[in-house]
């Protein structure tokens, strides 16, 4: 029942807060039932078998026996960790977002926990509708959260973002039902489990588009790439990143944009193999291009959020470029990545939510000579931008690493092209970090009438659990890597007959060793 | 003709029976009175009551495929359960009319007395196998329409759409029954049974079928506003007082849909490629057509009843599939779970549209919405859960009723319909949002109706706990509904 109550707790938390009637406190008790879930999702490690790539604390029953549709939920060293970003981020940004969500606080922290479940969801379904269930639900408090509590041009953002992803998915429901027929053809029963839909072998024939895997590969691969956003569908996530509030930007990047990536490691790639690799080239072009692209518009953005939007699409670019590299180094880099990226670039969302709090502009021109004003503030995000940048010894640079390793053994000249991103990276993001720390003071920092404080005792409470794990998961990228390393190993040995098989409760991950090998 | 009536007629038909009888308490009353009203809540009580032993009595004898009056009625599980949305659909309205400011008026017990009787027109309609019965089930539920829509005093707009409406009703009357006339001319009958094993035969060798049954399918295209046949549709559901319209969108729909399925059953379909290929594109144009129209209405009940037109769209599509499908057990059950869903969420819109009219006169924009959610938030997120339902995103019953509709054409083959229908859902997310945007993210100050509106409240409220709760027994729901088709 873990996993289930890991899910669904947040929906009840949303509940309670809904009727919570003393509005004052409304927030300690939503970072109190926020900080449950997170000691609640600790405990899966108490259960999980890190040796073994197959299927744990599944839980699943019949849901609509019609169609074979289960409600189905497991856990693999896929999943583990970005079930345990998205608890780990949720308390952090409800602590953020103390000062800066001002109005309708019930109704911010509702959106909040309804958003928790249908990302934790998504993450651990293993049946096709359920997943859609989870994978839309996820859309609705979003849309709220940047049309509600978003800067002035929220509305159209927030319409962007919901139109854009909505049409992104609906190709993906007309695949997943098809596929529920081709169960039937294959068993004679419907379903839509994931693990069914694993042993379909399904046609390919190379070079022609229209083959069948071809079809529901790309109607697969369109909702994610969407959602990641690979280039060129990626519009809207520098208009929902700058005009949401700072706790949405931060779940935006921090997770939801994961489950794009997710779906391309869970569902795109073990269940579409031949067509996988044959489009591989162009996923992985589509990653470079977005790795440069993004790099350069961000360079010369005004506007820091945008920047970091547009380093966003940078930075998704590496996870899916090493994704499609198909071999050890590139999966483990981007399942690492995708965890680093919610770490820190969650992290420099919320720092530039904390200086916009204190002067209401995120213009860069506008800055200068911060470092003398707010000196913690300042080392603060000077460690986060070495993360973000992959300096050695933080996060980012293993993920960065194993990422281009594994691309230039699968295909350098990605690889030549991809590197360049590192370059632009320490380019754009250090020259911004000048630009607003050190030299003449701007007009905002010198205005004595407004004398700018530095980090409070709750904003450090805020960053320093994230600098933690930047430079936890830098040094000892092995305390992570342990548990994801059989599923992943399982995927790229066995992606073109990949399996997953559900792992019985208490038994020794020798018997279930067919997930190491 | 020897017509043999027995008792098990009477049974059959019992629920129509009470339904009429209920209906003229309300007037029998307003006589014996002097021509004075009883208190509406007392006439909205009785109608109340009515629906439920019809309901009750629908249930009890109806189904299992039997028949009364010689064939001409069928009491199946289309029937049940058509009847019982179509019943439920009409009490919502009713409970709308009791406080709409522009249907409270003298006339109440006339009103009621219409409505009821729309009603038992609906039960022959849901029920009739012989085409003839279909068309007066058709007429009767049509004439008392015609009525109501007229029956507001004030409003221009309402007597304008009365005529419309009736013009265009008795047009599609007319050509149903032309059409009604070449199926006697070449089969010798007009009950559906009788030639239902032969139509996909028949509509090769026969132009005279294939004439006929082409015209009655325009016929019902028209009643159900299909695209091009659908212009009538924004106008008289804008000029009827809004529990009227939302009566129209629902009830009416849903048996109107239910003729449709039984005379499309007939496998016709499978005989003729071009009906086939015809319809299938009218399904498209409808789906599309409806929303991208939809789009640029900045009148409340203009957009839903363009959505409306839209959703006769999807319908469409499950027509199709129980046309095409040799059981089309599948595709039917998709059709009444669709109309089921679609019920829901088509009246709890037009039941927040009805508590934001403030008189008999007023027109809801969708600009009016300004600040509801703060004025009322328990409304504005039930408003909330009824568009989302409409744009069909999950977990709501609006979700699955598409998907069960796109399972069934998938199913069948008709893959390319599905991602039509799927297309055409996404240009519909976009109006669909537009009152959300407004209500929660633009300041102003809406307000419902001064007068207590605690029925349509409630109504309300229960629907958009219906969406939410159904959706995630749904499956239990459509097998049932399966099951009773067979």
């Known amino acids: 029942m873990i996993l289930s109550s890991i899910v669904f707790l947040p929906l009840l938390f949303a509940l309670i807060v809904a009727v919570w009637p003393k509005s004052n406190t409304i927030r300690h008790l939503a970072l109190g039932l ?21 299927l744990q604390m599944v839980e699943k029953f019949m849901w609509i026996e019609r169609f074979g549709i289960q409600y189905f939920m497991g856990i693999d060293g896929i999943s583990l960790w970005l079930v345990l970003l998205t608890t780990f981020l949720t308390p952090i940004i409800i602590l953020g977002s103390w000062t800066s969500i001002t109005e309708r606080v019930k109704g911010f922290h509702v959106a909040m926990f309804v958003l928790q479940t249908a990302m934790l969801g998504t993450f651990l379904a293993m049946d096709a509708i359920f997943f859609y269930v989870f994978w839309e639900l996820s859309l609705v408090p979003m849309y709220f959260m940047v049309g509600i509590w978003g800067g002035a041009r929220r509305i159209y953002a927030t319409v962007k973002f919901f139109i854009y992803t909505f049409a992104g998915s609906v190709m993906m429901l007309v695949a997943i039902i098809y596929m529920m027929y081709l169960t039937q053809e294959a068993t004679g029963t419907m379903s839509a489990s994931l693990l069914d839909f694993y042993k379909l072998k399904i046609p390919f024939v190379g070079g022609t588009f229209f083959s069948l895997q071809t079809l529901l590969f790309f109607a697969f691969a369109l909702a994610f790439a969407i959602k990641v956003p690979a280039f060129p569908v990626h519009t809207w996530l520098p208009d929902a990143h700058v005009e949401a509030p700072t706790p949405g930007s931060v779940i935006l990047a921090g997770v939801m944009l994961k489950m794009g990536t997710y779906g391309f490691m869970r569902w795109v790639i073990p269940l579409f193999p031949e067509a996988s690799e044959y489009w591989a080239w162009l996923f992985m072009l589509i990653g470079t291009v977005g790795i440069i692209y993004g790099a350069l518009v961000a360079m010369v953005q005004p506007d820091v959020k945008k920047l970091v939007a547009y380093s966003s699409v940078s930075h998704m670019g590496y996870i899916l470029v090493g994704l499609f590299a198909f071999n050890a180094y590139g999966m483990t880099g981007g399942l690492y990545q995708m965890l680093n990226h919610g770490i820190s670039t969650g992290a420099l969302f919320l720092l530039i939510g904390m200086i916009y709090e204190r002067t209401h502009s995120r213009e860069i021109s506008k800055y200068g000579g911060l470092a003398g004003v707010l000196p913690l503030f300042t080392i603060f995000f000077f460690i986060i931008t070495l993360s973000s940048i992959a300096v050695p010894l933080t996060n980012g640079f293993v993920g960065e690493f194993l990422i281009l390793l594994g691309t230039y053994q699968a295909e350098p000249v990605f690889a030549y092209f991809a590197v360049s991103g590192v370059v632009l990276g320490a380019v754009y993001m250090l020259w911004m970090f000048k630009r607003v720390f050190f030299g003449e003071k701007g007009e905002l920092v010198k205005d004595e009438h407004h004398p700018l404080h530095d980090l409070n005792a709750r904003e450090i409470a805020v960053l320093v659990p994230l600098v933690i794990m930047v430079f936890w998961m830098g040094l000892f990228p092995n305390h992570f890597l342990n548990y994801s390393k059989a599923s992943i190993d399982y995927l790229v040995n066995n992606r073109s007959n990949y399996n997953l098989t559900i792992v019985e409760p208490g038994a020794t991950s020798t018997q279930h060793a067919q997930g190491g090998n | 003709m020897n017509m043999n009536i027995g008792l098990s007629d009477i049974l059959l038909i019992s629920p129509m029976i009470a339904l009429f009888l209920v209906s003229l308490i309300p007037i029998t009353a307003k006589v014996l009175r002097g021509n004075r009203e009883q208190p509406h809540a007392v006439t909205l009580a009785q109608a109340l009551i ?53 249907t409270t008026g003298k006339q109440f017990s006339e009103l009621i007395f219409l409505a009821m009787s729309s009603a038992v027109g609906m039960l022959i309609l849901v029920s009739a196998v012989d085409l003839l019965m279909v068309f007066i089930g058709l007429e009767m539920m049509s004439l008392a329409l015609y009525l109501m829509i007229a029956m507001s005093h004030e409003e221009k707009l309402s007597k304008e759409a009365a005529l419309k409406y009736f013009i265009l009703g008795s047009f599609a009357s007319a050509l149903f029954l032309y059409g009604v006339a070449f199926i006697f001319g070449s089969t010798g009958g007009t009950n559906i049974l009788a030639f239902m094993d032969s139509a996909a035969e028949l509509v090769q060798t026969s132009r005279l079928f294939l004439f006929g049954i082409t015209f009655v399918i325009l016929g019902f295209c028209f009643k159900v506003s299909i695209a091009p046949f659908h212009a009538w549709t924004p106008d008289v559901y804008q000029g009827a007082p809004t529990p009227h319209t939302a009566f129209m969108a629902t009830a009416v729909k849903t048996v109107s849909f239910a003729a449709f399925l039984r005379v499309i059953a007939t496998k016709s379909l499978i005989g003729s490629d071009h009906l086939f290929d015809i319809l299938q594109w009218l399904a498209v144009i409808t789906m599309i057509l409806g929303n991208t129209a939809a789009i640029i209405q900045n009148n409340f009940k203009r957009m839903i009843a363009y959505s409306s037109v839209a959703h006769s769209g999807y319908l469409l599509i499950g027509i199709i599939t129980a046309g095409v499908s040799d059981n089309g057990a599948f595709g039917a059950s998709g059709v009444i779970f669709y109309l089921l869903s679609y019920a829901l969420m088509t009246l709890g819109a037009f039941a927040i549209a009805s508590m934001l009219e403030r008189s008999e006169n007023h027109i809801v924009n969708v600009d009016d919405l300004a600040g509801f959610a703060k004025q009322r938030p328990m409304l504005a997120l039930c408003l909330t859960v009824f568009l989302l339902s409409l744009a069909g995103i999950p977990p709501t019953l609006g979700f699955f009723g598409k998907f069960y509709l796109f399972n069934a054409a998938i199913g069948e083959g008709l893959l390319w319909l599905a991602i039509w229908g799927m297309i055409s859902s996404v240009i519909g997310v976009y109006y669909y949002l537009r009152p959300v945007v407004v209500m929660y993210m633009k300041e102003g100050n809406a307000e419902v109706a001064s007068h207590s509106l605690n029925a349509t409240t409630v109504t309300t409220v229960i629907m958009a706990l219906a969406i939410i709760v159904m959706g995630f027994v749904s499956g239990p729901i459509f097998s049932a509904v399966e099951r009773s088709l067979f």
């Not at chain 1, 997170?38 to 073994?52: E, H, K």
């Not at chain 2, 009595?57 to 019982?84: H, P």
């Open chain 1, 34 to 54: 926020s900080l449950v879930e997170f000691v609640l999702s600790l405990a899966l490690f108490r259960q999980f078998d890190p040796n073994s790539a197959g």
């Open chain 2, 50 to 102: 009515g629906i439920v032993i019809a309901i009750g009595l629908l249930i009890v004898f109806g189904g299992g495929g039997k028949t009364a009056f010689n064939n001409g009625l069928i009491f199946d599980g289309v029937t049940q359960w058509m009847g019982v949305i179509a019943l439920g659909a009409a009490g919502a309205a009713m409970v709308m009319m009791y406080e709409n400011p522009a």
